[in-house]
Structure formats: structure tokens, C-alpha cells
């Protein structure tokens, strides 16, 4: 039978993308006025000019044209240059495939492991974009709920494993969490290498909060544990470290055997990244570390300025995160988080991100983006303070619809 809509005659998978919950906060906040916006996983610094100069040359120099499908080899080059200084080991340029985007580095790792009828499984809350890159492809994203306990966010690897069946072909590990902040230690990374070179399963390996850690120079990664032809899809971006979200500029590692099927996938997707961009992107890896060193301190005073007023509140069930930029808390009281967001631009002026669009263990909490430069975030910080107040003072009741 002809389905009788528009929407009807589309492919199931497209259809089945859900709306994003925080795309709905921020409908709901859009020109409010004095509104801080600390929903979206940016900052809010304009890219630095040691960057754009590059780029801005590149384009006046008449760069132009199709380019390298893998990237240009000067920058696979700084890709090896940045990775030995980070890992302390060796690399070669065919291990990395320059993307347009961290995005569209997931969907083609995706489109290399998992389709119709596969499973990959994915530890929640998680960055829904990983879902629904999934969804799309045609595969089935199994979530395993983190729990949130008094030593933080744990993710029971007794629970993944476990999870993995006949159909699964992938473990999706995204450390540090968005939007957690849970960063898996080396142990357990090694554990899920191992248990996934004994099922042949691939791991895609979103690092790209790698370098935004509180408890140490940067977060363990599977490129400390891992041999160059294990199944491995590494995910990174140039958007968080280098202020650079509006580029669509990321890149993904892979082992050199694979590199010419990647490369057909981009090919017959985004046919390469512009080269100007990738100017910029070299000029971020080779010169970019103060830069970085600045963005850090930024996200390591806004982790105080909001862990600080939440712990304070006594009314919060949060942890203090260990790496990214997020902070995912619950208010007691407050178990409609999708509600809550709203109520805080009505009633608090600032736009934070509901917390079950992260997946099923998001239920109950929200986030706020701290990558930020001081300023907002302590106004906002300040806000959501009086907030708690005033609400305490009405003694607001478990659930009740009488919040202030
Ligand atoms: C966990 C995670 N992976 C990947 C990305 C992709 O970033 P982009 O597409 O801007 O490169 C993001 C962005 O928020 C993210 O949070």
C-alpha cells in the first residue's frame, strides 16, 4: 500500500531520528532577553587569528579546488606531529583521515562497522548525535546506564559486556563523556580491548574531550594500550580544543590496512574538507598548545564556579566531572528535566540542556556547558544560585507544580 504522506514515504531510519531536546530549549529561549545560553557543548571565544590567518591566506592564494579525499599530507603530517607529542609514540600519516567534522567522523566509522540489523552498544548518558548516527545507518544503539553513585558516574563493564550478542559489531566508547564527564581509566580500557579482540569487535573511540581532564595532562586513551591493527576507529574534532565549532573540521585515526575504504566513504560523501580549513587546522595542532592551555584553565574555572554553587545548594545529586566540559546534575525535587529546562529560562534566565536527550540514564538530570570564559558563567552560576533559593524558601515539595 502507498503510505499516504510525505513523511510516511520516507525510509523508517530517517523518520526515526528523534528531535533533539535541546534544539527544543533553545526554541523555546531564542531571543530572550539577557538569556545565558549554556546549552550548546561550545564556547564562546571566536576562533584565535593564529588560526584564521592561514586559512584567510590559503584562500586568497587560490586554494580553491577537490583536494586529497584523505586530507591534505601536510596536515596528516601535523596529525602525526600532535599524536607523538601526545602519546609519546610513534604514528604515520596513513593512520589519519581528515573529516568534515568530529560528526562525520562518527557516521563514517558507523558506516564502516555497523547497518541494517547490527547492534552497537553505548554507554548512556551519551551525546545523542552517537545514537541517531546509528539509527540512520540502520543499526540498533544498545544503551548501558551509567550510574551516578557517591565516587561519581560508573559504567559497569560486567553490563557491556553482557550486552554484546550474535549482532553486535562495535562498543562505542566516547572518554571523557559528554555529558558526564566520566573518563574511563586505563584499566578499564584494557579491559574492553581485550574483551573485544576476543569477539572481533570494533571499538569506536570518541576521544575528542581527550585533552580537557582534571586529573592529569590529558585522559587515558586506547592509543596508550593499543596495537596500530587492532579494531579501532578513533572519533576526534578540532571544534572544542581550538574554538573552531563552526569549521566542521575533524579527523579520525584507523589502521593504515582500512584507509582506502575510508577513503572512498569520503569520497562519496563530502568528497574531502575545503583546504582552506585544513590550513587553519594546521596551524591549530602546530601552534595551538597556549591556546589550549588557556581553554583549559577556562573549563577548569567554570567546573569550580558551578560544582561550587550546586554543592553548596545541598539540593543537587551531581559529581565533580573528570574531564570534558559538562556538568550533568539532578535536582531533587525536579524529576521532569525536559520541564525543568524550560522553567529555568522563565524563571532563572539561563538555558541549560535537558538531560534525557543523553538516553534513558539522563532521565532526572540537565547540563550546563562550563567551557566558557569566566564572566557568563558566574552570572550564570549566580542566577541559578538565587534560583535555588528562592525555591528552597517556598519549600518546594518532591514534584510539586508549585515551584516559584
Ligand atoms: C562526544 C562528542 N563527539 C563528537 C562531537 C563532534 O563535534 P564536531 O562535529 O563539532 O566536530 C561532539 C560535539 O559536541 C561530542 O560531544
Redesign the pocket.
Given at each position: 500500500m502507498m503510505p499516504d504522506t510525505l513523511i510516511g514515504a520516507l525510509r523508517r531510519e530517517a523518520r526515526e531520528v528523534p528531535n533533539s531536546g535541546i534544539v527544543e530549549v533553545m526554541e523555546y529561549g531564542r531571543g530572550r532577553d539577557g538569556l545565558i545560553a549554556l546549552w550548546a557543548?561550545e564556547g564562546d571565544l571566536p576562533t584565535p587569528d593564529f588560526i584564521c590567518e592561514p586559512a584567510i591566506a590559503s584562500l586568497r592564494a587560490g586554494e580553491t579546488f577537490y583536494t586529497h579525499q584523505g586530507g591534505i599530507p601536510e596536515l596528516r603530517q601535523a596529525l602525526v606531529r600532535y599524536h607523538r607529542r601526545l602519546y609519546d609514540r610513534p604514528f604515520s600519516p596513513d593512520q589519519f583521515f581528515v573529516t568534515g567534522?568530529?560528526?562525520q567522523a562518527?557516521q563514517i566509522a558507523v558506516q564502516l562497522v555497523a547497518g541494517s540489523g547490527d547492534e552497537v552498544v553505548v554507554p548512556t548518558p551519551a551525546?545523542p548525535n552517537i545514537m541517531a548516527a546509528l539509527t540512520v545507518s540502520g543499526a540498533r544503539p544498545v544503551e548501558i546506564g551509567m550510574r551516578l553513585g557517591n565516587d561519581g558516574w560508573r559504567l559497569d563493564l560486567d553490563d557491556v559486556f553482557a550486552a554484546c550478542g550474535p549482532r553486535t559489531k562495535a562498543i562505542f566508547v566516547?572518554t571523557p563523556c559528554?555529558p558526564t564527564g566520566w573518563t574511563a581509566t586505563t584499566d578499564e580500557l584494557s579491559e574492553i580491548l581485550r574483551f573485544a579482540r576476543e569477539r572481533g569487535l570494533w571499538i569506536i573511540a570518541?576521544e575528542?574531550y581527550a585533552r580537557f581532564y582534571y586529573k592529569g595532562a590529558r585522559a587515558p586513551s586506547f592509543f596508550d594500550i593499543a596495537a596500530d591493527d587492532d579494531r579501532i576507529l578513533y572519533?576526534n574534532?578540532f571544534?572544542k580544543n581550538w574554538a573552531m565549532?563552526g569549521w566542521r573540521v575533524?579527523w579520525m585515526g584507523a589502521p593504515p590496512e582500512i584507509g582506502n575504504t575510508i577513503e572512498n566513504l569520503i569520497q562519496n560523501s563530502t568528497s574531502g574538507v575545503p583546504v582552506f580549513t585544513q590550513r587553519g587546522a594546521i596551524a591549530a595542532l602546530d601552534d595551538g598548545e597556549p591556546f589550549m592551555a588557556e581553554q583549559l584553565a577556562r573549563a577548569r574555572a567554570g567546573r569550580e564556579i558551578f560544582c561550587s554553587v550546586l554543592e553548596k545548594s545541598g539540593a543537587a545529586r551531581f559529581a565533580w566531572p573528570e574531564g570534558a566540559f559538562y556538568l550533568f546534575f539532578g535536582i531533587d525535587g525536579e524529576p521532569d528535566t525536559a520541564r525543568l529546562g524550560l522553567k529555568l529560562v522563565d524563571e532563572a534566565n539561563i538555558g541549560l540542556a535537558p538531560g534525557p536527550t543523553f538516553g534513558a540514564a539522563g532521565a532526572g538530570f540537565m547540563r550546563i556547558c562550563f567551557g566558557r570564559q569566566r564572566e557568563g558563567l558566574e552570572i550564570a552560576a549566580e542566577r541559578l544560585m538565587r534560583w535555588l533559593g528562592r525555591r528552597a524558601e517556598k519549600g518546594v515539595a518532591e514534584g510539586s507544580d508549585a515551584a516559584p
Amino acid at each position: 500500500m502507498m503510505p499516504d504522506t510525505l513523511i510516511g514515504a520516507l525510509r523508517r531510519e530517517a523518520r526515526e531520528v528523534p528531535n533533539s531536546g535541546i534544539v527544543e530549549v533553545m526554541e523555546y529561549g531564542r531571543g530572550r532577553d539577557g538569556l545565558i545560553a549554556l546549552w550548546a557543548g561550545e564556547g564562546d571565544l571566536p576562533t584565535p587569528d593564529f588560526i584564521c590567518e592561514p586559512a584567510i591566506a590559503s584562500l586568497r592564494a587560490g586554494e580553491t579546488f577537490y583536494t586529497h579525499q584523505g586530507g591534505i599530507p601536510e596536515l596528516r603530517q601535523a596529525l602525526v606531529r600532535y599524536h607523538r607529542r601526545l602519546y609519546d609514540r610513534p604514528f604515520s600519516p596513513d593512520q589519519f583521515f581528515v573529516t568534515g567534522s568530529g560528526m562525520q567522523a562518527i557516521q563514517i566509522a558507523v558506516q564502516l562497522v555497523a547497518g541494517s540489523g547490527d547492534e552497537v552498544v553505548v554507554p548512556t548518558p551519551a551525546w545523542p548525535n552517537i545514537m541517531a548516527a546509528l539509527t540512520v545507518s540502520g543499526a540498533r544503539p544498545v544503551e548501558i546506564g551509567m550510574r551516578l553513585g557517591n565516587d561519581g558516574w560508573r559504567l559497569d563493564l560486567d553490563d557491556v559486556f553482557a550486552a554484546c550478542g550474535p549482532r553486535t559489531k562495535a562498543i562505542f566508547v566516547n572518554t571523557p563523556c559528554n555529558p558526564t564527564g566520566w573518563t574511563a581509566t586505563t584499566d578499564e580500557l584494557s579491559e574492553i580491548l581485550r574483551f573485544a579482540r576476543e569477539r572481533g569487535l570494533w571499538i569506536i573511540a570518541d576521544e575528542v574531550y581527550a585533552r580537557f581532564y582534571y586529573k592529569g595532562a590529558r585522559a587515558p586513551s586506547f592509543f596508550d594500550i593499543a596495537a596500530d591493527d587492532d579494531r579501532i576507529l578513533y572519533v576526534n574534532t578540532f571544534s572544542k580544543n581550538w574554538a573552531m565549532t563552526g569549521w566542521r573540521v575533524g579527523w579520525m585515526g584507523a589502521p593504515p590496512e582500512i584507509g582506502n575504504t575510508i577513503e572512498n566513504l569520503i569520497q562519496n560523501s563530502t568528497s574531502g574538507v575545503p583546504v582552506f580549513t585544513q590550513r587553519g587546522a594546521i596551524a591549530a595542532l602546530d601552534d595551538g598548545e597556549p591556546f589550549m592551555a588557556e581553554q583549559l584553565a577556562r573549563a577548569r574555572a567554570g567546573r569550580e564556579i558551578f560544582c561550587s554553587v550546586l554543592e553548596k545548594s545541598g539540593a543537587a545529586r551531581f559529581a565533580w566531572p573528570e574531564g570534558a566540559f559538562y556538568l550533568f546534575f539532578g535536582i531533587d525535587g525536579e524529576p521532569d528535566t525536559a520541564r525543568l529546562g524550560l522553567k529555568l529560562v522563565d524563571e532563572a534566565n539561563i538555558g541549560l540542556a535537558p538531560g534525557p536527550t543523553f538516553g534513558a540514564a539522563g532521565a532526572g538530570f540537565m547540563r550546563i556547558c562550563f567551557g566558557r570564559q569566566r564572566e557568563g558563567l558566574e552570572i550564570a552560576a549566580e542566577r541559578l544560585m538565587r534560583w535555588l533559593g528562592r525555591r528552597a524558601e517556598k519549600g518546594v515539595a518532591e514534584g510539586s507544580d508549585a515551584a516559584p
